[in-house]
């Protein structure tokens, strides 16, 4: 039985807060995604092992895992404003770094740390949306918030591989620097944090350690992202092994999944609304992620070549539905308090996982093939459905 929540007008603020929060993090995912981009260009030409380019790929994201709580618990204390410009501004410096300091390594010393200053807007641009819209249009707000990682994806897959492979790849950083340089501008005029109830009497109770629910939540999220890093970090050169398709084709191919999975997360978010619930939908995409990966798996093994782009698209969309759902859960079960450092720690979870994936199934691929990689990873998505919790939580 749907819960329904009651019908509160939205800010017109809001709409501009949420703007702003999914231009920073699309800044921020547009950098930390540089180095995925980068692999059929240090692989197929250069004759990096994929392995090793993955670790490379992955740095951005240990990065992301050593700063998330810490940048949560600066905006549960100082607010989101500055939290979000000032961690922009010093990601566009590592941008300037890896492209001033030649070499692999150094490329991935500035992309460790650029990862770390790019975690602010993760931690931030959720209490934003939470912050500033109503509990019946968070599904919808947060899944537009959500568009801001696809969509900074695009911009990599779309700008990367070329430049990469006509300038180098130090050149790949200039767009990123660019847009992360002007967005911590816009957001330290523009953004302004969000309203706050008074503080009760006596201290706030920890979420977690009043029930399951945020921990259950974190433990899904970390299953289903590894369905969504794979499919990221080596969509594009399984797309040029399998489909036969040129770097230039396939870059077009896993931009328009990242486009359709923007999409994809605001249709569940205003489903959720809808409903009254996320973790339902939760647990029907989790069903979902593990179904569309074995498929993907057998046009691999059925050399079913042309319909190869069509099962990744599919997969990709799938893979990205529930991150909406489960930030808006983990914003309303925490409460005002503790949502900084409780999507801090959401966000920690899932790249801690994130950042293994690279080289884990870079490893499994070179020692087992893509479709048996394939069906391995479609394991994390099972295992997640029985840890859904039967029903939503919310702070007062």
Same mark, same amino acid.
């Given at each position: 039985?749907?819960?329904?929540?009651e019908s509160?007008?939205?800010p017109?603020?809001?709409?501009?807060?949420?703007?702003l929060?999914?231009?920073?993090q699309?800044?921020?995912?547009?950098?930390?995604?540089?180095p995925?981009?980068?692999i059929?260009?240090?692989?197929?030409?250069?004759?990096?092992?994929?392995?090793q380019?993955g670790?490379?790929?992955?740095?951005?994201?240990?990065g992301m895992?050593?700063?998330?709580?810490?940048?949560?618990a600066?905006?549960d204390i100082?607010?989101?404003? *500055?939290?979000?410009?000032?961690?922009?501004?010093?990601?566009?410096?590592?941008?300037?770094?890896?492209?001033l300091?030649p070499?692999?390594?150094s490329?991935?010393?500035?992309?460790?740390?650029?990862?770390?200053?790019?975690?602010?807007?993760?931690?931030?641009?959720g209490?934003v949306v939470v912050?500033w819209?109503?509990?019946?249009?968070?599904?919808?707000?947060?899944g537009?918030?959500q568009?801001s990682?696809?969509?900074g994806?695009?911009?990599?897959?779309?700008s990367?591989?070329a430049?990469?492979?006509?300038?180098?790849?130090?050149?790949?950083?200039v767009?990123?620097m660019?847009?992360?340089?002007?967005?911590?501008?816009?957001?330290?005029i523009g953004?302004?944090?969000p309203?706050?109830?008074a503080?009760?009497?006596g201290?706030?109770?920890?979420?977690?350690?009043t029930g399951?629910f945020l921990?259950?939540?974190h433990a899904?999220?970390?299953l289903l992202v590894?369905p969504?890093f794979?499919?990221?970090?080596?969509?594009?050169?399984?797309?040029?092994?399998?489909a036969?398709?040129?770097?230039?084709?396939?870059?077009l191919?896993v931009?328009?999944?990242?486009?359709?999975?923007?999409?994809g997360r605001?249709?569940?978010?205003?489903?959720?609304?809808?409903?009254?619930?996320?973790?339902?939908?939760?647990r029907?995409?989790?069903?979902?992620?593990?179904?569309?990966m074995?498929?993907?798996?057998?046009t691999?093994i059925?050399?079913?070549r042309?319909?190869?782009?069509?099962a990744?698209?599919?997969?990709?969309?799938?893979?990205?539905?529930d991150?909406?759902?489960?930030?808006?859960?983990?914003?309303?079960?925490?409460?005002?308090? *503790?949502?900084?450092?409780a999507?801090g720690?959401?966000?920690?979870?899932?790249?801690?996982v994130?950042s293994?994936?690279?080289?884990?199934v870079?490893?499994?691929?070179a020692g087992l093939g893509?479709?048996?990689?394939?069906c391995?990873?479609?394991?994390?998505?099972?295992?997640?459905?029985?840890?859904?919790?039967?029903?939503?939580?919310?702070?007062?």
């Amino acid at each position: 039985m749907s819960v329904q929540t009651e019908s509160i007008t939205t800010p017109a603020k809001a709409w501009g807060m949420l703007v702003l929060g999914v231009s920073a993090q699309t800044a921020g995912t547009a950098f930390v995604s540089v180095p995925a981009f980068l692999i059929p260009e240090l692989h197929t030409k250069l004759g990096m092992p994929l392995a090793q380019a993955g670790f490379l790929a992955a740095a951005p994201t240990v990065g992301m895992v050593l700063t998330l709580i810490a940048w949560g618990a600066l905006a549960d204390i100082f607010g989101e404003r *500055w939290v979000i410009s000032s961690g922009l501004a010093l990601t566009a410096l590592a941008a300037l770094g890896a492209i001033l300091v030649p070499g692999y390594v150094s490329l991935g010393i500035f992309g460790l740390l650029g990862g770390a200053a790019a975690a602010s807007s993760n931690a931030a641009s959720g209490r934003v949306v939470v912050g500033w819209f109503p509990r019946n249009r968070r599904g919808l707000a947060m899944g537009i918030r959500q568009m801001s990682q696809p969509l900074g994806v695009t911009v990599a897959a779309l700008s990367v591989p070329a430049i990469a492979a006509g300038h180098g790849a130090a050149a790949a950083m200039v767009l990123p620097m660019a847009l992360n340089c002007v967005l911590a501008i816009a957001c330290g005029i523009g953004i302004a944090n969000p309203p706050r109830p008074a503080p009760k009497q006596g201290s706030t109770p920890n979420p977690y350690r009043t029930g399951s629910f945020l921990w259950r939540i974190h433990a899904v999220s970390v299953l289903l992202v590894i369905p969504q890093f794979t499919l990221n970090t080596f969509g594009l050169v399984w797309l040029i092994a399998v489909a036969g398709m040129g770097s230039l084709d396939a870059g077009l191919v896993v931009s328009a999944a990242q486009v359709a999975g923007a999409v994809g997360r605001i249709v569940v978010g205003v489903w959720s609304d809808r409903i009254g619930s996320r973790v339902r939908i939760l647990r029907w995409v989790a069903a979902a992620a593990a179904l569309t990966m074995v498929l993907a798996a057998l046009t691999d093994i059925a050399s079913l070549r042309p319909v190869a782009a069509i099962a990744f698209v599919v997969a990709s969309v799938v893979s990205v539905a529930d991150n909406g759902l489960a930030f808006t859960s983990v914003a309303e079960a925490s409460g005002p308090a *503790w949502s900084g450092k409780a999507l801090g720690a959401q966000n920690t979870g899932q790249f801690l996982v994130a950042s293994a994936v690279a080289p884990t199934v870079g490893a499994l691929v070179a020692g087992l093939g893509y479709p048996l990689a394939f069906c391995l990873v479609a394991i994390a998505p099972l295992a997640a459905i029985p840890l859904v919790p039967a029903r939503d939580a919310h702070a007062e």
